[in-house]
């Protein structure tokens, strides 16, 4: 299955979440779908998307958080699975897109191309829900049940490595952030 399949086939359904991503094709093909302000593109800092969307969970605990993560950022950063499962954010969902490579840098091959299963370690660090799918189906009716549920969740959604063309070279990474922020505050407005 194709990762711009799955984020097409959840996009509304990330309207009322904060969403953050990792670098690279994914933010790319998040943003030819159409920016939103509660999307977060997380450029430049492989591995702590995770990191970054614990920590708005654990300080919005009201609002969904999904994390729109990759096998390779994950890799990197495999600690965050455990300090997931230490604080347990019921308001957090992770969506890991596994293309068993490093393609935005290159395509090298991964740890889970040799047989590094992301869900079973998600599990053992004490993650109380995961899944793997294989099919668009299967994904959207995973990230919808994850979404609209409660709980943290990991989703580990095996994807071909194939992303768009081109990658967006300018996503206002600076006005994206600063957009975010104010995005987070306006929902805080509301919530008064």
Do not use: W
Not at 129 to 157: H, K, M, N, P, W
């Amino acid at each position: 299955m194709l990762r711009i399949d799955c984020l097409r086939a959840i996009y509304s359904d990330l309207e009322k979440c904060l969403v953050v991503t990792i670098m690279g094709a994914l933010p790319a093909e998040l943003q030819s779908l159409g920016h939103r302000p509660n999307f977060f593109y997380l450029q430049h800092a492989m591995g702590l998307a995770s990191s970054t969307g614990l920590g708005l969970a654990l300080s919005l605990p009201h609002q969904k958080i999904v994390v729109l993560d990759g096998d390779g950022s994950l890799l990197m950063n495999l600690g965050t699975l455990s300090t997931l499962a230490r604080y347990k954010p019921k308001n957090l969902v992770h969506i890991v897109f596994d293309n068993e490579s490093l393609l935005s840098v290159g395509g090298f091959p991964t740890a889970t191309n040799t047989g590094t299963d992301l869900e079973g370690i998600a599990r053992a660090a004490g993650i109380p829900q995961t899944c793997t799918v294989r099919t668009v189906d299967d994904f959207a009716s995973a990230a919808r049940r994850a979404i609209s549920g409660e709980g943290l969740q990991t989703i580990v959604a095996k994807v071909e490595a194939t992303g768009p063309k081109a990658f967006v070279t300018d996503l206002g990474l600076l006005e994206n952030r600063f957009q975010f922020r104010r995005h987070i505050q306006s929902l805080a407005a509301k919530s008064r």
